[in-house]
C-alpha cells in the first residue's frame, strides 16, 4: 500500500515537472529566489509570534519556511485539501503533504491544520502571528479577505505569493490593502 503511494505521488509530481518544463510556468509552488525571500524576512523578524501560512498545497513552501525559521517557533499551516496542481484527490493530498511534512512536524514545531480558512480565522484566539504568509485562492475577493484578516491580526508581516498577470485578483487586493512594500519575482509583502 504505501509504496504504491509512493509511485503515485512520483507520477503526479514528475507530471507536474514536465508541465512546468514546457510551459516555462510553475502551478503552486515558490521558486528558489521566492524562498530565499520568504527565510530572509522570517531571519529578520523582531517578534515571537507563530508563522501562519494559509494555503498549504504540497508542502514546499512549509519547508522552505523551517530552513529558515527557529525550531521553537510555531508554524501553522492551514489547507481544506480541495485542490493541488496534481490532481490528486483530497484525502490522498492530505496523506501525502502529512508525509512531506512528517519530520517538521515532529521535530520543527509545525502543525498542519486541515480546515477552511474562514473557520480557522474565526477560531484562531493564539499569540499574534509574525507573518503570515497567503498562498490559497488567488480570486480576488478569497484574497481580499485573507489580507483583512492578516492585517487584523497585527501580524508584523503580511506577504503571499502569486502576484503576477496570471492572477490579477490578487494584483488588485494587494494594491487595494496598500501596495507591495517589497516583492521578488511573484513573491509580495505589504
Known sequence: ?????VRKLLRSYTRQCYYEAITNRSEGEISIGE???LGNLISNLKTSGPIVEIGTHLGFSTLAMCLFKDDARPLITVDNFCWNALGLKPDMQFRAVSKILSEVVDNSNVKIVRQEKAEFYNSYHGETPSLIFLDAD?????????IRWA???????VCGHDYCDLWPGVIQAVEEAGGCKNIVETLWVL
Not at 500500500?1 to 503511494?5: A, G, Q, S, T
Not at 488567488?138 to 485573507?146: K, L, M, N
Open 151 to 157: 492585517k487584523s491580526t497585527g501580524a508584523e508581516v
Open 1 to 5: 500500500m504505501k509504496n504504491k503511494f
Open 138 to 146: 488567488h480570486r480576488y475577493q478569497p484574497t481580499a479577505e485573507d
Open 35 to 37: 524562498a530565499r525571500f
